[in-house]
């Protein structure tokens, strides 16, 4: 995912690692995703949606 969005959006992600399986996405300390309240990963297409890509 890190390559997808360094690809299509030209920015680099930060990985903060955290535990207990959480998978969060935020930009700009807003949250668009979110592991632990969908129970599955993200597809790549709907992080770029998320942004407006």
């Known amino acids: 995912m890190a390559a997808t969005l360094k690809k ?3 920015i680099t992600p930060k990985l903060i690692e955290g535990g207990n399986g959480i998978f969060d996405v935020t930009v700009d300390g807003k ?3 979110s592991k632990k309240e969908t129970h599955r990963f993200p597809e790549h297409n709907e992080i ?6």
């Open 8 to 10: 299509e959006l030209g």
């Open 31 to 33: 949250l668009i995703f």
């Open 48 to 53: 770029l949606e998320a942004i407006g890509h």
